[in-house]
């Protein structure tokens, strides 16, 4: 067979890959570019045995071929084409086609990183495409990265910036592979931004991005799972949510103030001051005790949407104390839990402070403020359930996200 019989489809560093017409219907040819010596080949065949022993969405190149040439190649399933072709041509992807890629592709790296199995260059050109339109995993092999090296540059921009060899530069290409298909662009040029994304999903991208693959989530299984979450919440029907006062005020009297740790060097306005620290004070109240509530070891699952708001009780303090409204404009990202820490990501207009309210089963709630920043890593303990929750200021009104929980805690108003 000549590789000439088929059209170029495009190349990489190995080679040129060609769609071939054969008895068995059009197949995929990768004609290498050089010489495959015989201990080069005998640990390609090995690697490509582990390869199609995985079972997940991993392209495997069949088998190595010879050409009447003399030249070798790997033959194996054609596609329809790369996820960089098809953002090239179609321009970014809907929302919930990401989410289904993602999906995909966490998966497939879960099953391969339980079997040992690094791809460490997951790029836009190595995700392709079958006739289904499933999305696969190509070019998993590494025994021919060092034989046929390949320009450094070449897809810079998808690889982890630590090197190819750990799980979490799967971690990062996924996260760097998904920024392409939200925004048509790699990473790095700019902050991530898609209007009609859940902040979840901009939120986990932006984890997965993390320069220190320490703070990206600890295995592709979670990043699977909390994929696999965001498509079911889009496929559920919307609850009704509260979108009005919600007091914060029933019990505060007599209740120990929590403290408030301002973030360093960025203190709030003077302005703002005066509205913060008696409504930190308010939530934490209701973070522990009263208003929303952190119900560790009920096992339920957290609520979709807040209940009714409390009615103020007698002892409400005067009128004059901050109303906290729970509205779309501050949303916090599903926790992405490390054990020791928990990075929390959220989204709220321009121009507003955020403070992060922290409830674990035992002790006081806590609040920091970190003014302009919308994420955060929070140090915990390992195994106690928390509840979170952001609130916002401009120094005149004060808003509050949804609370989320971590290790099935509940937390409800
Ligand atoms: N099995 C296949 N079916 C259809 N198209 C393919 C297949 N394998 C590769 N291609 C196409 O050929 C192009 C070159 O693939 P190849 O794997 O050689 O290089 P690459 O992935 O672009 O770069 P590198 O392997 O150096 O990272 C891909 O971008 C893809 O568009």
């Not at 799967?170 to 662009?185: I, K, M, P, R």
């Not at 934490?284 to 005790?289: H, I, N, R």
């Not at 779309?328 to 309210?357: M, N």
Request: net charge negative; with cysteine.
């Amino acid at each position: 067979m000549r590789p000439e019989d088929g059209e170029a489809l495009g190349g990489g560093s190995t080679g040129v890959v060609f769609a071939v017409p054969s008895d068995e219907g059009d197949l995929a040819l990768k004609v290498f570019s050089g010489r495959l010596y015989r201990r080069t080949r005998l640990r390609l065949e090995r690697e490509l045995d582990r390869l199609s022993a995985v079972d997940g969405q991993l392209l495997v190149p069949g088998t190595i071929v010879e050409l009447a040439d003399g030249r070798c190649a790997l033959r194996g399933e054609l596609c329809t084409g790369s996820l960089a072709d098809l953002v090239t041509a179609a321009g970014p992807l809907s929302t919930d086609d990401v989410l289904v890629l993602g999906t995909a592709i966490a998966s497939t790296l879960a099953t391969a990183h339980e079997a040992g199995i690094v791809h460490g260059r997951l790029t836009p050109s190595n995700v392709l495409f079958r006739a289904s339109g499933e999305p696969v995993i190509n070019d998993f092999e590494r025994t021919l990265r060092p034989v046929f090296v390949r320009d450094p540059r070449h897809g810079r921009q998808f690889l982890a910036p630590e090197g190819t060899d750990g799980r979490s530069s799967d971690l990062y290409g996924l996260g760097a592979v998904l920024h392409l298909a939200l925004t048509g662009e790699p990473p790095g040029s700019r902050p991530l931004h898609r209007e009609d994304a859940p902040i979840d999903l901009l939120a986990l991208v932006e984890n997965l991005l993390a320069e220190d693959p320490a703070s990206r989530p600890p295995d592709a299984a979670l990043v699977e799972e909390i994929l696999t979450g965001l498509q079911e919440t889009r496929n559920t029907p919307e609850v009704s949510t509260v979108d009005g006062p919600v007091s914060v005020a029933s019990g505060i009297e007599g209740v120990p103030v929590v403290t408030i740790e301002p973030a360093a060097g960025a203190a709030p306005t003077p302005r703002k001051r005066s509205v913060w620290p008696a409504v930190a004070a308010g939530v934490a109240v209701a973070a522990g005790f009263t208003t929303w509530a952190l119900l560790p070891g009920s096992g339920e699952p957290e609520p979709r949407s807040l209940p009714a708001p409390a009615p103020r009780s007698s002892s409400a303090p005067p009128t004059s104390a901050p109303t906290v409204k729970t509205v779309s404009q501050v949303e916090l990202a599903a926790p992405i839990d490390h054990g020791s820490t928990v990075e929390l990501a959220w989204r709220a207009p321009d121009g507003f402070d955020s403070a992060v309210v922290i409830a674990g089963e035992t002790g006081e709630p806590k609040t920091t403020f970190v003014r302009r920043q919308r994420t955060m890593n929070v140090a915990v303990e390992p195994g106690r359930k928390y509840c979170f929750l952001i609130q916002i200021t401009d120094g005149e009104s004060v808003r509050e996200s949804e609370p989320r929980p971590i290790r099935g805690a509940t937390c409800r108003k």
